[in-house]
């Protein structure tokens, strides 16, 4: 039994590898290793800073075709992390337009500068910190967890999805209700870092561990 952290040079790799250890027994592994990655029983896509370079660093690695095969075969679950829920899209804002991967239908766009909360306190972008996630839908990773649950989130673009079926998750910022947790089959994603998010984060990873959809 591995999980495997995909490795194309971006995103927080070895601190969700850490936090999977912590609440597994299954080997995990950090790798670019298409057969490492294709031979494991569960993987994970993470993804840090601008959407332009994750996509880009996913060609230069040859793992593109890896993952799209992945996410299209449903073949094991696979656990999308910031960067790497907004790829899953057809398309991004940021960088003047980036397409993705296509698996959802939906765009990634990006918070407006002049949001305010309820009070008229103008907000910072990007959205730092804690907030509640509303969940939509039941899912299996969302077992233990309550509704309203604090999750650690860094971003300043949000997925804004097509299909209401997909959307397990949301958060309220600045009026803006952003699709936080998405998923389809075997794959779910979520903006939030999990492995930034303690005692809900580590069960949402453990809840991913055990999930057999």
């Known amino acids: 039994m591995?999980?495997?952290?995909?490795?194309?040079?971006?995103?927080?790799?070895?601190?969700?590898?850490k936090a999977l250890e912590h609440v597994t027994h299954e080997h995990v592994v950090v790798t670019r290793d298409p057969r490492r990655i294709q031979g494991a029983t569960r993987v994970v896509l993470p993804g840090q800073g601008a959407i332009r370079d994750c996509m880009g660093e996913l060609e230069r690695t040859e793992l593109r075709g890896v993952v799209l095969e992945l996410i299209a075969?449903?073949?094991?679950?696979?656990?999308?992390?910031?960067?790497?829920?907004?790829?899953l899209l057809?398309?991004?804002?940021?960088?003047?337009?980036?397409?993705?991967?296509?698996?959802m239908p939906g765009?990634?766009?990006?918070?407006?500068?002049?949001?305010?909360?309820?009070?008229?306190?103008?907000?910072?972008?990007?959205?730092?910190?804690?907030?509640?996630?509303?969940?939509?839908?039941?899912?299996?990773?969302?077992?233990?967890?309550?509704?309203?649950a604090r999750f650690y989130f860094v971003h300043s673009y949000y997925v804004d999805a097509a299909d209401d079926s997909s959307v397990?998750?949301?958060?309220?910022?600045?009026?803006?209700?952003?699709?936080?947790?998405?998923?389809?089959?075997?794959?779910?994603?979520?903006?939030?870092?999990p492995e930034k998010s303690a005692g809900d984060g580590l069960r949402l990873l453990e809840n991913f561990v055990n999930w057999a959809p």
């Not at 057809?90 to 698996?103: A, P, T, V």
């Not at 909360?117 to 910072?124: P, T």
């Open 73 to 87: 075969n449903q073949s094991k679950p696979l656990l999308g992390v910031c960067v790497g829920q907004q790829m």
């Open 168 to 193: 397990f998750g949301t958060t309220e910022y600045g009026g803006v209700h952003a699709h936080v947790a998405v998923g389809r089959g075997s794959v779910f994603a979520v903006q939030f870092h």
């Open 2 to 17: 591995t999980i495997a952290v995909i490795d194309y040079g971006m995103g927080n790799l070895h601190s969700v590898a």
């Open 107 to 148: 765009k990634v766009r990006r918070f407006a500068d002049n949001l305010r909360d309820a009070s008229g306190e103008r907000l910072k972008v990007p959205h730092m910190g804690w907030n509640r996630v509303v969940q939509r839908h039941a899912h299996p990773l969302w077992e233990g967890i309550e509704d309203g």
């Open 90 to 103: 057809e398309h991004s804002e940021e960088n003047d337009g980036i397409e993705c991967l296509n698996f």
